[in-house]
């Protein structure tokens, strides 16, 4: 078995790959203050959790845009596995050219989801992952990664919402039956919400005009499955593209 794991801004999630297919995944919450101890230990437990051995995991991939947790996961597989795990850099053998000014500077989990996608859908393609950031990313025909947008997430322009508005009380996030509130929290929902969803359509509408193109728009991360229904463009929603891109790199990088 495989082990992926992808270690974002907020959340590490881990996942068991065999003969390419998921077989289990769990998230922890990213936290900068752990040592590698605990996170050997909390790994460990959840790994028990799911009936998983250490000696079933044959090796290990990471992904990371967190430099300062990193070192702690990759020390703490490294102690579970007997192994130094493989980690994703941009040179890596990716079917993917990054054409953008600074191709080293391109963030790990961006390489990820486009390997993903290139290798389920037929390019050119418009990349939506809904995390801490909401970051979108174009592939062109060719493979070739062009750039893209990278724009706040929906739970951090929540939370600025809040702390800077003293009137507007902290909410759960749920669809609104309309777009026009009649109170706080609905209202705060509808802006939110449809304020995210007709972000995302407009972006895809420009971005295809700049291109001259129509795209295939693909989206994925925690928040995706909820804005994806009331988006007026359509999109296909992937919910372990992050996985199964660290997947099929693991495969094209791996030793013979």
């Known amino acids: 078995m495989l082990l992926a794991i992808d270690i974002g801004n907020s959340n590490i999630v881990f996942g068991g790959v065999r003969n390419d297919k998921i077989i289990f995944q769990f998230r922890i919450a990213t936290d900068y203050i752990k040592t590698q101890d ?18 079933e995991i044959f090796d290990c991939i990471i992904s990371s845009v967190v430099p300062p947790v990193f070192n702690s996961i990759h020390n703490a597989v490294k102690n579970i596995i007997k192994k130094n795990p493989m980690i994703v850099k941009s040179d890596m053998q990716t079917k993917i050219n990054i054409c953008t000014d600074n191709p080293t500077a391109v963030g790990s989990d961006l390489i ?9 859908y037929e ?16 592939v062109d025909e060719d493979n070739l990664f062009l750039g893209g947008a990278i724009i706040p997430g929906i739970q951090i322009s929540m939370e600025a919402l809040i702390n800077r508005a003293a009137q507007l009380p902290a ?21 939110i919400m449809y304020g995210t969803a007709s972000m ?38 992937e919910k372990d593209l992050l996985l199964k891109g660290l997947n099929i790199i693991y495969k094209s990088n791996k030793k013979s």
């Open 112 to 120: 990820v989801t486009a390997a993903a996608a290139i290798t389920e």
């Open 171 to 191: 909410i759960q996030l749920k669809k609104p039956l309309k777009i026009i509130g009649k109170n706080t929290i609905d209202s705060m929902c509808s802006g």
């Open 200 to 237: 995302l359509d407009g972006i895809i509408e420009r971005m295809e005009k700049e291109l001259g193109k129509e795209m295939t728009a693909i989206a994925t991360g925690g928040m995706a499955e909820y804005i994806v229904p009331i988006c007026n463009h359509e999109m296909y929603l």
């Open 38 to 55: 605990q996170y050997e230990l909390e790994i460990k437990n959840l790994l028990h959790m799911y009936d998983i051995k250490s000696n």
């Open 123 to 138: 390019p050119p393609l418009i990349i939506i992952d809904m995390g801490t950031a909401t970051t979108i990313t174009v």
